[in-house]
């Protein structure tokens, strides 16, 4: 492999671990070295004074109808409870990048390369894009052992990539020897692998695990709460509402918990946590071959009170009956609040499941037309209750 001339990977001070690679510069005038000009310099200021400056935009993955996710050149965080899809919202928007005709650099602490790749394949991704725009990398040891630094600068610099997810932000700090809790080791590994991803101009994605306390976890990933303050992009967090699986339709809240550049929240509907409500990630599995994922805008008016638990037990009574039954004779069988299965049933002859029938002395009786599936009835696209 024949290597670029030395750039932002070569000759930084190291500061994991107490390694040091290079001295700190005496504050003398000196000439400029050759590369990229220091960041120390007063900056020029003239594109913001005369109004050609444009703010950022983000346009790396997309929603369904077209507003993007993530923003080129900055940092982001997609955070979660395990298995609550951050892995497969990332592989959505990878490929998308792809089928786009871009390159990802993937780099990954806690899967493999066939889990990773065998998710792409599923979600329908071209083998020879990933073939000849795709780097999978799995970290076994620190970025400062041996030409790890020059490896990865290579991939950056051979592909350019507009995505990179950073998956186990967690194993990757503890690999490197840096401390969860500690701000400073947080900031210490954004400025040791996360910045200078995004200074190649890609927009870096860090999937993040949230704190087990669901009352208390506010805005932050587990650990230093720098994880929050050091994104100048965004950072989503993810709220499961049905399990991903084989087989499975799961479905995912998607919330705002920063938005730097300040371009997404006018996409999102308000919500009274100040968790703006961005989407709705919804992954439906055929098999372990084929999934489909889809991010959804959020819809404000949900149309009526659709209770799919109950809807689904009323459903369940009917299949059981050997005859039609009345509303009471539902009531009796499912149980609970009166007022609440009435509704349920009401839910099910508007949407077809369920047909009403003249019986004796005109009573009205009920019969299961096909048994209740959440997927083939009520909103469409499927959204979750208003939150």
Do not use: C
Not at 196 to 205: K, M, Q, R
Not at 348 to 369: C, P
Request: proline share 9%; net charge negative; aromatic share 8%.
């Amino acid at each position: 492999m024949t290597y670029q001339e030395p750039d932002m990977w070569d000759g930084w001070e190291e500061e994991a671990g107490g390694l040091t690679t290079a001295e700190p510069t005496r504050l003398a005038v000196v000439p400029p070295p050759a590369g990229p000009p220091p960041t120390w310099r007063p900056r020029n200021l003239e594109d913001v004074l005369d109004g050609t400056y444009k703010p950022p935009v983000p346009e790396i993955g997309r929603r369904n109808d077209g507003v993007g996710l993530f923003y080129p050149g900055r940092m982001h965080s997609v955070v979660g409870e395990s298995e609550g899809g951050k892995t497969w919202f990332a592989l959505m928007v990878v490929a998308s990048e792809l089928a786009a005709g871009h390159a990802v650099v993937f780099i990954d602490f806690e899967d493999d390369a066939p889990g990773v790749v065998g998710r792409l394949l599923a979600l329908g991704a071209d083998r020879q894009h990933i073939r000849d725009r795709f780097a999978y990398i799995r970290p076994e040891d620190p970025l400062t052992v041996g030409f790890n630094r020059q490896e990865i600068g290579q991939a950056m610099h051979d592909l350019r990539p507009t995505f990179v997810p950073v998956d186990g932000v967690t194993e990757g700090m503890a690999l490197h020897g840096m401390e969860l809790k500690d701000n400073t080791d947080v900031a210490r590994f954004g400025r040791l692998l996360l910045r200078p991803i995004a200074e190649f101009g890609a927009a870096v994605a860090t999937l993040d695990h949230v704190v087990k306390d669901k009352e208390g976890r506010g805005r932050y990933a587990i650990g230093g709460v720098h994880k929050l303050n050091g994104i100048n992009g965004a950072m989503y967090i993810l709220e499961n509402r049905t399990p991903f699986g084989v087989g499975l339709t799961g479905r995912t809240t998607v919330r705002i918990a920063k938005d730097r550049p300040g371009q997404l929240r006018k996409h999102a509907l308000p919500h009274s946590s100040g968790l703006h409500w961005f989407a709705d990630f919804v992954l439906k599995s055929h098999d372990e071959t084929f999934a489909e994922a889809a991010l959804y805008p959020p819809v404000e008016d949900e149309g009526p009170f659709r209770p799919t638990a109950l809807m689904r037990k009323v459903s369940d009574a009917l299949a059981g009956a050997p005859e039609p039954l009345s509303v009471r004779g539902v009531q009796d069988r499912v149980g609970g609040n009166k007022d609440a299965v009435r509704t349920a049933l009401a839910r099910l002859v508007d949407e077809g499941f369920v047909v009403v029938e003249k019986g004796a002395r005109n009573a009205q009786m009920h019969r299961l037309e096909k048994p209740f599936s959440e997927e083939s009835g009520g909103p469409s696209p499927p959204s979750p209750t208003v939150p």
